[in-house]
């Protein structure tokens, strides 16, 4: 699968798990495409490695941690009274709100190949 909205940074600690990062910043209407490219990434995890999810350190051989936010961007119209030396500020239109999503993905040597396999992940 083509990831089109989720473009990953990797690292990898002392004890070999590597980790992918990444966010993702859409308007309304392209949160269905995001949620199918989160969700096909999920559903693969859980299938080619089922029952192994948490934590390395309690055996885990991948898990993730998924976090979202929709914001509002209300942008200030600023002028500047030179009579008065001050600086006045009015709420300007708010633009259609935007969703961020943040998704890492974290597993041992094995999960992290096969996953960069299966989505073509760098």
Same mark, same amino acid.
């Given at each position: 699968?083509?990831?089109?909205?989720?473009?990953?940074?990797?690292?990898?600690?002392?004890d070999?798990?590597?980790?992918? =990062?990444?966010?993702?910043?859409? &308007?309304?209407?392209q #949160? *269905?495409?995001?949620?199918?490219?989160?969700? $096909?990434?999920l !559903? +693969?995890?859980?299938?080619?490695?089922?029952?192994?999810?948490? *934590?390395?350190? =309690?055996?885990?051989? +991948? @898990?993730? =941690?998924?976090?979202?936010? @929709?914001?509002?961007?209300? *942008?200030?119209?600023?002028?500047?009274?030179? &009579?008065?030396?001050?600086?006045?500020? $009015?709420?300007?239109?708010?633009?259609? *709100?935007?969703?961020? #999503?943040?998704?890492?993905?974290?597993?041992?040597?094995?999960?992290? =190949?096969?996953?960069r396999? !299966?989505?073509?992940?760098?």
């Amino acid at each position: 699968m083509n990831l089109n909205y989720l473009d990953f940074d990797y690292s990898e600690d002392a004890d070999g798990v590597g980790t992918f =990062d990444a966010m993702a910043s859409v &308007s309304s209407a392209q #949160i *269905p495409a995001l949620h199918a490219e989160i969700s $096909a990434m999920l !559903a +693969w995890a859980h299938q080619h490695f089922p029952d192994v999810r948490g *934590p390395s350190e =309690d055996g885990g051989e +991948w @898990q993730y =941690d998924l976090q979202g936010a @929709q914001e509002v961007r209300t *942008p200030l119209v600023l002028t500047f009274d030179e &009579s008065a030396g001050q600086l006045h500020a $009015a709420a300007g239109s708010p633009s259609p *709100p935007r969703t961020t #999503i943040t998704l890492t993905v974290s597993g041992n040597a094995a999960f992290c =190949d096969a996953l960069r396999d !299966a989505f073509a992940v760098e």
